[in-house]
């Protein structure tokens, strides 16, 4: 448990927020050193997306051990998003962004931006006028215009959310912890990835497709907000031929070109077959259950074991 503690308090609260290049970049360099001394090797890669307003937006993954050799390759998104203040309903494994998301995280903004607006018309402007631009309400009316432009430049893509335990920092630890138990048999079989965009465009996931000529061959879980629960819920497109001994596979997709994999995740199944991601880009989304994450990380450990050859030849004997 001191383990899951101090993982906790690495990637939930001092890396717990990855959303600008500069937060994604020491996240990747601290789980770097600590995989590497844990046996993998952590190959990160960088993509430019060009944008239609002529800029480049960067992406970073992170590859974890030999993913040419490896049967199974368990993936992850690592990137935060915006906050929508519990506003929004959010579900596993569906693209985050939306329009509406968006909007919400920058009402703040839009709030102050009036705020502004009114102050400079009805009050700095007129006693400007009066008392001439070196007064108080001038100096005011500066500093409230400069302060606006630097917050509207600062959170233009949208205020990103502080706390992200669940969504998705717990499928982070639970690879993590996973490693932690795995032998050096186990290590050669399996790799990770460790995908950005997830919360966005899902370049990172096109990266992933694009990473060599074998990739499609090889057989993928994807996890996503892990902590959500306490039972997991297995999901597999209807082209999929993996299967799990004893558990119950629901029918579920995800945006990728990718035929071969399994989605693992946990909370409940509404009506409409969606799982809800509780307080996910949101300030509630500040706790995670130790006992939970290491409850799934046994499970994954055994998903892991059910897939990979070693054991799928003694379970065919």
């Known amino acids: ?127 400007i006028s009066t008392q001439g631009f070196f007064s108080i309400s001038g100096i005011s009316s500066i500093i409230s215009t400069v302060l606006l432009f630097f917050v509207v430049f600062k959170f233009k893509s949208g205020i990103p959310n502080q706390k992200n335990f669940v969504c998705n920092s717990s499928s982070i630890i639970t690879i993590i912890n996973l490693i932690n138990q795995l032998d050096k048999k186990d290590k050669k079989k399996i790799a990770f990835v460790l995908y950005d965009g997830g919360n966005s465009s899902q370049y990172g996931l096109k990266m992933l497709e694009s990473y060599s000529s074998q990739i499609k061959d090889k057989k993928f879980i994807f996890i996503d907000s892990i902590g959500n629960g306490n039972d997991l819920i297995y999901l597999k497109p209807q082209g999929s031929a993996l299967q799990i001994e004893g558990k119950t596979i629901y029918t579920g997709k995800m945006e990728t070109q990718l035929p071969n994999y399994i989605m693992i995740t946990s909370g409940d199944i509404d009506k409409e077959g969606k799982i809800v991601i509780n307080n996910a880009h949101s300030s509630k989304d500040n706790y995670l259950s130790n006992e939970i994450i290491e409850k799934h990380t046994q499970s994954l450990h055994d998903v892991c074991r059910s897939l990979t050859t070693r054991y799928a030849n003694k379970n065919q004997k």
């Open 1 to 127: 448990m001191e383990i899951l503690k101090d993982l906790v308090l690495r990637y939930c609260v001092i890396f717990g927020k990855r959303f600008s290049s500069k937060e994604k970049i020491a996240f990747l360099r601290v789980i770097s050193k600590e995989l590497s001394q844990l046996g993998y090797i952590v190959d990160a890669k960088l993509a430019k997306l060009k944008l239609a307003t002529r800029r480049y937006e960067s992406y970073y993954n992170a590859y974890i051990g030999d993913l040419n050799k490896a049967e199974l390759i368990i993936c992850t998104y690592y990137d935060t998003a915006i906050n929508c203040f519990n506003l929004q309903k959010n579900y596993a494994f569906t693209p985050q962004f939306n329009k509406l998301n968006y909007f919400i995280s920058i009402a703040p903004i839009v709030f102050l931006f009036i705020i502004s607006l009114i102050l400079n018309y009805f009050v700095f402007l007129p006693n």
